[in-house]
């Protein structure tokens, strides 16, 4: 599949064009405005966030509010508002840069991005002149905190089959029913609800705090987040006026779906700044603690997890930051000036609806088997709530349920990236399975296209034999989904370790370390579920043969990870973090 200068990158297509030739944004080519920005973020949360970690945590509501103030007088909460509202109308990828900062408290990086994107963005995209003019400005100064209010007790992964109700009665809509779960409901001014009009039509509406017959429940007791506000909010013959829907009846749909696309983006990125901030804290006490008369550093099995951290952060941002660099491109053929601009701005992040679901399965996977790891290196002293690692072990949990369950996201990948490869403007499956197979020369991008041609072999299979019925069969859907996440994050960290080497960056030698223990356990597991995704679709007679075919395609030798690892946490332990910075 060739691209010329014009195109935008499709959604779903990386796995169609040969290894490494696709164009791919890195963190590393980010602009002075964005650095400055997150250079901006990262003194807040270090000089007002970390600070106050235990007062947040003991869910100091008023706390967390005065920041989110602080955080909108530096221009963090404006950062995606157009400036006819109050905002810095500023690109993705700065979001993401500031939000990797955010990251490194849980809990208010969870109120920060409730209020940022799922709270704010449905006024942004779906707002009409009237409603943006006055709600925008006061989100973007933090005058105002939002919350985004769609899931119910009876419906979470089936968050459209909702039964709050809206009627239009002389002029104002009446609401009835309780949502559940709600992040900010503790001490926000405006909700972005979800109600049925006349039972059928999924709509949004703007409700504010003061409006009659809304309220919230207690503070549900959380596992982890413990400072971030989670209430049940209860409509009871909420009166608001008519000009409150948002976006237009029946839009409630496109309107939950398309924000929680944004969500995940953000999800797989927080996710990356978290892991940053782990990883520092256990080098710390790696380095501290002695045992057998060396530190925990000097042994094998803890630089396995130390490297095993860094190549999650690198790995993760590099797809966070690929993904974000073809929807920027996306964004910016779009207008605000035009009628439609807020929904022509939605169209171009729903491209992305695959990688949005990658980014986040792979980050919130990824950022519990660091949290894992961490408590594992600090021992008895991890299970211990005096030392942070139980914290973010506890914390880092709810990544993998909210903004959409990584099973709900791992049928979402498969189902979407098989719809696109149906029609005549179709992704090109079978095309792609057909034609020869041609090796670059570096060893690991030869790798990543060794890796999708089995892929592709497998999901062509599925496609041909079982067509959309292959959804059916959850256990393989998820096998398909696994295999792309796999080949998107083997191919984003290989192609950005590359463009270091290239760009002469001074931790290339890292990247490439990084990039290589990644791809060569991806590719393990990218052979596993190959063939258990054979298994689930051949016929008795035609397993056989297509193990076999998928076991004759040249395979690459193993190379020797201890050594690459070693090198790997020595770097971190000189260091005494994660290096590779864009600020
Ligand atoms: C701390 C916290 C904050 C939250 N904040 C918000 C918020 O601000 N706004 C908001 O609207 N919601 C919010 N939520 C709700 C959250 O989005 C839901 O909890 C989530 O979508 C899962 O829904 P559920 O809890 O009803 O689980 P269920 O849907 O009951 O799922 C239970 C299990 O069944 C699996 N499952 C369900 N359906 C299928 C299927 N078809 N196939 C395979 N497996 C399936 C799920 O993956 C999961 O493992 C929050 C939740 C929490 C815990």
Not at 401 to 415: D, Q, Y
Not at 461 to 478: C, K, T, V, Y
Request: hydrophobic share 45%.
């Amino acid at each position: 599949m060739a691209l010329d200068e014009t195109q935008l990158v499709r959604g779903g297509s990386f796995m169609f064009h040969p290894a490494g030739t696709l164009p791919q944004f890195t963190p590393e080519e980010s602009g002075e405005e964005a650095l400055a920005i997150a250079e901006a973020a990262r003194d807040f949360v270090n000089g007002e966030i970390l600070p106050r970690d235990e007062a947040i945590d003991h869910l100091d509501l008023e706390l967390t509010r005065d920041l989110l103030a602080k955080a909108g007088e530096l221009g963090i909460l404006g950062i995606e508002i157009p400036e006819a509202y109050g905002g810095l109308d500023l690109d993705k990828k700065t979001a993401l840069l500031v939000l990797e900062e955010m990251a490194k408290q849980a809990s208010f990086s969870t109120s920060y991005t409730a209020h940022t994107s799922i709270g704010t963005l449905p006024i942004v995209y779906f707002g009409n002149h009237e409603q943006k003019t006055k709600y925008l400005p006061k989100l973007a100064s933090g005058e105002w905190c939002a919350a985004y209010a769609l899931t119910e007790a009876g419906s979470g992964s089936d968050a459209l089959g909702a039964k709050a109700s809206a009627v239009l009665e002389d002029g104002h809509w009446v609401l009835n029913g309780t949502k559940a779960w709600i992040t900010n409901a503790g001490f926000a001014d405006v909700f972005v609800i979800f109600a049925k009009i006349n039972g059928s039509h999924l709509s949004a509406f703007i409700v504010e705090k003061t409006d009659p017959g809304i309220s919230t429940g207690s503070e549900e007791k959380k596992m982890g987040i413990k400072g971030s506000s989670t209430r049940a909010v209860i409509l009871e013959n909420c009166r608001i006026p008519e000009n409150r829907l948002l976006g237009g009846k029946g839009k409630g749909a496109r309107i939950a779906l398309g924000i929680l696309n944004v969500g995940r983006f953000k999800l797989g990125a927080s996710s990356v700044g978290a892991g940053k901030r782990v990883l520092e804290y256990t080098l710390k006490y790696a380095g501290e603690r002695t045992q057998f008369g060396k530190p925990l550093t000097a042994f094998g099995l803890v630089q396995q997890k130390l490297a095993n951290m860094a190549v999650r952060i690198f790995v993760g941002e590099s797809m966070s930051f690929r993904t974000i660099g073809y929807l920027d491109e996306a964004l910016a053929r779009t207008s605000w000036d035009s009628d439609t601009g807020g929904a022509d701005k939605m169209k171009a992040i729903d491209e992305y609806a695959v990688e949005a679901s990658m980014s986040k399965v792979w980050g919130s996977e990824a950022l519990f088997a660091t949290a894992d790891d961490a408590v594992q290196t600090f021992g008895g002293a991890g299970f211990s709530a005096e030392y942070p690692a139980e914290k973010i072990y506890r914390d880092c949990r709810i990544n993998r349920i909210f903004e959409g369950t990584n099973e709900i996201n791992r049928l979402l990948i498969a189902g979407t990236f098989l719809k696109r490869c149906g029609g005549t403007d179709g992704l090109p499956l079978a095309a792609a399975v057909a034609a020869p197979l041609n090796l670059p020369e570096d060893d690991l991008l030869r790798l990543v296209a060794l890796a999708k041609a089995r892929a592709l072999r497998v999901i062509a299979l599925a496609q041909s034999d079982r067509g959309p019925r292959i959804l059916d069969n959850q256990e393989a859907a998820a096998r398909i989904s696994n295999l792309l996440i796999e080949l998107y994050a083997m191919e984003s960290a290989v192609v950005r370790a590359r463009k270091m080497t290239a760009a002469g960056h001074r931790w290339a030698g890292l990247a490439r370390d990084l990039a290589e223990v990644h791809a060569q356990e991806a590719w393990n597991r990218v052979q596993a579920d190959a063939r258990m995704l054979a298994a689930e679709l051949a016929s008795d007679g035609v397993l056989d043969t297509l193990v076999a075919e998928l076991l004759a395609m040249h395979a690459p030798a193993p190379a020797a990870l201890s050594t690459l690892r070693q090198r790997i946490a020595q770097t971190l332990v000189d260091q005494g973090r994660y290096p590779i910075s864009a600020l």
